[in-house]
């Protein structure tokens, strides 16, 4: 979809899985392993420095001076060995992404569109290649497309991300993106958190009967994205990679990126300094709830909403999400929830629209508490509901 931002034209778009770059030459080079060892990182800016320590594991990080490397050096040489690039294969098609390792034993987490090529087959050969250089095998074990994330299973001995809290995240905090843009396996980036809590709307990657396209406004509903934002480059190929803080911790799977205007002959354009990543606690739920049963649940409110507007008296509050209608029965009504109210706030999160409402529902597990602040004639009321399940939505 397109929105109008400061009057300037911005497309939320998929990283669509890149295809592998053509092979470079063979050539000399320097790898300095990192074998329990500590890389400290510079302190330069009030950064704090980074210590990496990976017994028995080596880093294929490239340092020709290790007298003058940095914290964003430290960061790349402790999670690139927990970051894959993944090719994708079909009958007619393919592609290549990336994902973040989450056990030894070869569990790895990536989007689902990267394993469903955009969402057109589930049908698709899976080959993930270490940044070691071992290239192996692997299978699907479960698919969310509600929150694009699925997770894969190859074989071998792998070295796991360490997660970061991305709660505890704020702007401005420097981040390193590492994934393999346009096929450019190993690649990294860096830049800062531009924003949080940021709502974007996107085709689904569930398998259906035609290609995932950029939700244009109408047809089927777009699926809403709570997500963090980020100046540090991504581009397509990026997709499933990981964002991390300046400790080397997991705080984001990368997701999409926002492209000005359209891209010609057909393809994506790159990055122009916003992408976005899947926040890492909701990363974390949704990959174990697909490791131990195949799938994700989510929440469900069970009420209509829509955006409000500046007749439906806010208060202190421009914005927010209006109740058109209730589901019988349904989570929302049960809580106390109405007809014409108009929720500003979920779990603490200020609500500004419909699709920012519904990303925060979603992000859910099924049967949760929520606390919902609403606007109810002129006055704001607090109510405490507990969700429903989207999987029995009819």
Not at 18 to 37: H, L, Y
Not at 139 to 165: H, Q, R, W, Y
Not at 365 to 393: C, E, F, M, P
Request: charged share 15%.
């Amino acid at each position: 979809m397109s929105i109008d931002n400061e009057n300037r034209q911005f497309t939320f778009a998929y990283q669509a899985p890149a295809a592998p770059a053509a092979p470079a030459k063979s050539r000399r080079r320097f790898v300095m392993p990192v074998v329990a060892a500590v890389i400290a990182g510079a302190v330069a800016g009030g950064v704090s420095s980074v210590a990496v320590s990976r017994l028995g594991q080596t880093s294929t990080v490239v340092i020709n001076n290790a007298q003058s490397v940095n914290w964003v050096t430290g960061v790349a040489a402790k999670a690139m060995p927990s970051v894959v690039t993944i090719s994708v294969g079909a009958s007619t098609s393919g592609g290549s992404g990336s994902g973040v390792v989450l056990t030894k034993d070869g569990l790895i987490l990536t989007n689902a569109h990267v394993v469903t090529l955009d969402g057109a087959t589930n049908k698709v050969s899976i080959e993930i290649k270490t940044s070691t250089g071992i290239v192996t095998t692997a299978t699907v074990v479960g698919i969310d497309p509600t929150n694009d994330l699925a997770v894969i299973k190859a074989s071998g001995t792998f070295v796991p991300i360490e997660f970061g809290d991305s709660s505890k995240v704020n702007v401005g905090d420097n981040v390193v993106a590492i994934g393999a843009p346009l096929g450019l396996e190993e690649s990294v980036t860096t830049g800062i958190l531009s924003s949080l809590n940021r709502t974007i709307q996107v085709a689904s990657s569930a398998v259906n009967d035609g290609t995932l396209q950029l939700w244009s406004g109408s047809g089927a509903a777009p699926v809403s994205l709570r997500v963090l934002q980020t100046d540090a480059a991504i581009n397509p190929g990026n997709s499933g990679g990981a964002l991390l803080n300046s400790k080397g911790q997991l705080i984001g799977i990368n997701v999409a990126i926002a492209s000005a205007g359209s891209s010609t002959s057909g393809s994506q354009s790159g990055s122009i300094g916003v992408g976005f990543s899947i926040p890492s606690n909701i990363a974390k739920r949704i990959s174990d709830q697909l490791i131990k049963g195949g799938k994700a649940s989510h929440a469900l409110l069970g009420a209509l909403v829509t955006d409000a507007t500046s007749s439906d008296s806010v208060a202190a509050f421009s914005n927010g999400a209006k109740i058109v209608k209730l589901t019988p029965g349904g989570a929302a009504e049960r809580g106390g929830l109405k007809v014409d109210d108009v929720v500003v706030k979920f779990n603490g999160q200020v609500v500004s629209s419909a699709s920012e409402l519904t990303a925060e529902v979603r992000l859910e597990a099924a049967n949760s508490k929520a606390t919902i602040v609403v606007v109810r004639g002129g006055q704001q009321v607090t109510v405490t509901v507990t969700l429903g399940d989207a999987a029995n939505a009819k």
